[in-house]
């Protein structure tokens, strides 16, 4: 089914100068020359309507966020959030995250979040699914020295391919959980599908994959 677009939202985006960097290119291995302070850079895909990125960032002050979303209407509401808290450690990329090598050059950043992703459930479309072999591949070459890639999703499923494809990759694996909303984890920071989900009853997974010396 095509996407209906709101109409406006592309302009009302582009007004925010301060929360949408509009030419990441120009960005790449030099992120850090970007934001205000240097701290280190943690990026979320796929940030949706921003609920969890701006969480994190206003309880992390010391640290510098990225989300990246294609869909602009729906990112519009996450600017909207960082422009609303006055956060200053967090900018928004509206681009496609087939293209980050685009964007980041090696070693240039910390953590990459990945939440509720398309699952792609067909298994000629597995490629797709940003936790195949491939994507992981290069979202290590972006990753520094004990960097992570920090996955939450509701489908068993694909839960269980990620996790063969972490370990398939030499990621190191660690938290992993097979129903978050019952388990012991403190300060968990959830997305607006995940309140969704969980108020349904349904089970949240998590894993942890942090790249080897």
């Given at each position: 089914?095509?996407?209906r677009k709101k109409p406006g939202a592309k302009e009302k985006l582009l007004t925010h100068e301060l929360h949408l960097c509009k030419?990441?290119?120009?960005?790449?291995?030099?992120?850090?020359?970007?934001?205000?302070?240097?701290?280190?850079?943690h990026v979320e895909l796929g940030t949706g309507r921003?609920?969890?990125?701006?969480?994190?960032a206003a309880k992390h002050p010391d640290i510098n966020f990225i989300g990246i979303e294609i869909k602009e209407e729906i990112l519009?509401?996450?600017?909207e959030k960082a422009v609303a808290q006055g956060l200053r450690n967090v900018t928004f990329l509206w681009y496609d995250v087939n293209k980050l090598d685009q964007v980041?050059?090696?070693?240039?950043?910390?953590?990459?979040?990945?939440?509720?992703?398309?699952?792609w459930p067909k298994a000629r479309m597995a490629k797709r699914r940003l936790t195949h072999r491939n994507f992981i591949e290069k979202y290590k070459t972006f990753m520094g020295e004990q960097g992570e890639i920090h996955f939450k999703t509701d489908n068993e499923k694909l839960f269980e391919f990620s996790l063969n494809e972490f370990a398939a990759c030499d990621l190191r694996l660690k938290n992993i959980i097979f129903?978050?909303?019952?388990?012991d984890m403190k300060d968990n920071t959830t997305?607006?599908?995940?309140?969704k989900f969980a108020a349904m009853g349904m089970k949240i997974y998590r894993c942890e994959g942090r790249k080897r010396n």
């Open positions: 089914m095509r996407r030419e990441p290119e120009k960005y790449k291995g030099h992120w850090q020359g970007y934001f205000l302070e240097k701290k280190p850079i921003g609920q969890f990125i701006t969480t994190l519009l509401k996450a600017v980041f050059a090696e070693g240039e950043l910390n953590r990459i979040y990945i939440n509720f992703c398309d699952p129903d978050l909303h019952q388990s997305t607006e599908y995940e309140d």
